[in-house]
């Protein structure tokens, strides 16, 4: 299974899924399913992603769970 | 069989629960329809009946003409450079499903008919078979129904589409 940060990402930058969906070119549903984990992106539309978000790759997408939010920050503070 | 409109280019969007039901009530009412119209006067047939019967293939085709516009028959019918790639992988699972399926009932019904006019043949049991015009009619359309749709059923009573922001 690929685990992803899209919602947080989307959320972020303020986006629909429709906004996003018609930035990289896919279905805004794509989105919605990419960001329950129910499918996993080709490799061009996660490269899209993470172009679109300025990030690289592996920060939008992994193969381990990605650390809560709240947990990753708790972190950089100590 | 999917039916483009200009105002809705991604087709219309259907809960899914409308959707299932949809392909639930034709596929139920349109077999049931035509026994119930071909029934024979020996069998209880009759006026009343083939009414209802006709009623029921009606209401099926009704069915049919909704699902023909909805989001889920293009995903399943439309020409693949217009869906993305999750829509593409999606129908391609589907499309292996529905083969199997497809082909199953047909080589199913060719195995009764094989057997029945068998056994009919060999004055064993004389179990009912097509054998009229309007019976391979009602098989023939029923079977061009089942291949326009199965996919997109395949589909709907798969993975729940997620709730749009």
Redesign the interface.
């Known amino acids: 299974m690929v685990h992803n940060r899209l919602s947080v990402f989307r959320a972020e930058r303020n986006l ?3 906004d996003l969906a018609e930035q990289v ?6 989105i ?5 984990g ?2 996993a ?2 490799v ?2 996660a490269l899209k992603l993470a172009a679109l978000f300025g990030v690289p790759v592996e920060q939008l997408f992994s193969l381990k769970p990605f650390a809560p939010l709240a947990a990753s920050l708790k972190n950089q503070e100590s | 069989m999917y039916i483009r409109s200009k105002s809705r280019p ?1 087709g219309r969007q259907m809960s899914t629960p409308v959707i299932r039901g949809l392909i639930v009530g034709l596929y139920t009412l349109y077999p049931v329809g035509c026994i119930l119209q071909l029934l024979p006067e020996s069998w209880g047939g009759g006026t009343a009946l083939s009414v209802a019967g006709l009623i029921a293939v009606a209401a099926s085709l009704m069915m049919f003409a909704v699902l023909a516009g909805s989001s889920l028959q293009r995903q399943a019918q439309e020409a693949e450079s217009e ?5 593409r ?1 999606d129908r391609n699972k589907a499309a292996f499903y529905e083969h199997s399926v497809f082909s199953s009932a047909v080589l199913l019904g060719l195995i009764y008919i094989m057997l029945t006019t068998d056994m009919a043949e060999a004055g064993k049991l004389d179990l009912w078979r097509p054998s009229t015009g309007d019976h391979w009619n009602a098989i023939f359309w029923g079977l061009g129904l089942l291949s326009v749709t199965l996919p997109g059923a395949v589909l709907a009573f798969g ?1 729940t ?5």
């Open positions: 629909s899924r429709k070119g896919v279905n805004p549903q794509t919605g399913y990419l960001e329950r129910d499918y992106p080709s061009e539309l | 991604s869906l993305d790639e999750r829509e992988a993975k589409p997620p709730d749009m922001d």
